[in-house]
């Protein structure tokens, strides 16, 4: 990926959703490839490969899913989806084909190219290795397998470990329920959501401020859980678990 040119291809069939993100990305340093409909989508990211691709689902030739599928069996590429569907089922199903996350039309600018910004960074420390997150005054090294906060260490049981530690690796990226039971307590459990529940509780203990009001370890309602980034979430939320 080129620091100072990241290319961004955005599949969309509606002419005004694409100047307005061809602008706003322009505007962040971006060059811009469009296509209208799956198809092309699919013909550009492969002839013209982009560091980033917005996909939205209600496409006039076949449904974004198909795209994400597609893509997603040879291409690594972080991928965003825009749709005005918002279901928590539709959410999951497209996350787990392998979209690294998912925007609700009507959405702003701001909030898309944070989650962008997010998606880049993950991607970028996956390739080049990086095992060292940082979230506010939380540190996560993954190499070292050390928690601190404030420059202090964290005791952390091995669950609490894992947890966080898949959770970090997806960092500023949702990670759904059922990918976190299955790398935390095995595929048996992927009906067991209480776990994740009980454990998150006790992590946000550990980390936040206000284990009440998270803003490191937010909650993507009835989809999973997220290591918010700076940009990402602005604002703290009010919940239990």
């Known amino acids: 990926m080129s620091e100072l040119s990241p290319k961004v291809l955005v599949i969309d069939d509606e002419i005004q959703i694409r100047r307005f993100l061809r ?3 322009e505007l962040e340093g971006f060059v811009v490839e469009e296509a209208e409909d799956g198809a092309e989508g699919i013909r550009l990211a492969t002839l013209k490969p982009s560091d ?38 539709e959410k999951v199903h497209l996350l787990e084909l392998g979209a690294d996350d998912y925007v609700v039309k ?11 910004r997010a998606a880049l960074r993950r991607r970028l420390r996956a390739s080049s ?14 190499a070292a397998r050390v928690v601190s ?21 997806h960092v500023g990226n949702v990670v759904t329920h059922q990918l976190l039971l299955k790398e935390v307590w095995g595929s048996t459990h992927l009906r067991d959501t209480h776990y994740l529940r009980i454990f998150i509780r006790k992590l946000r203990q550990k980390i936040e401020a206000d284990p009440t009001q998270p803003r ?17 979430e602005s604002k703290p939320e009010v919940t239990s678990a």
């Not at 959405?107 to 962008?116: K, T, V, W």
């Not at 490191?216 to 990402?232: D, H, K, N, W």
């Open 23 to 25: 602008a706003g990305f």
């Open 52 to 89: 980033l691709v917005i996909l939205d689902l209600g496409l006039p030739d076949m449904d974004g899913a198909v795209v994400v599928e597609r893509l997603r069996s040879w291409s690594g590429v972080p991928l965003i989806v825009l749709s005005v569907r918002s279901s928590e089922e």
């Open 106 to 116: 009507p959405f702003g600018m701001a909030e898309l190219l944070a989650r962008s």
């Open 129 to 142: 290795g990086e095992h060292l997150i940082k979230i506010g005054s939380l540190s996560i090294d993954l």
């Open 149 to 169: 906060l404030d420059g202090e260490r964290l005791i952390l049981t091995p669950k609490e470990y894992r947890l966080l530690q898949v959770l970090a690796q």
């Open 216 to 232: 490191i370890l937010v909650t993507e309602l009835g989809v999973g859980y997220r290591l918010a980034q700076s940009g990402v």
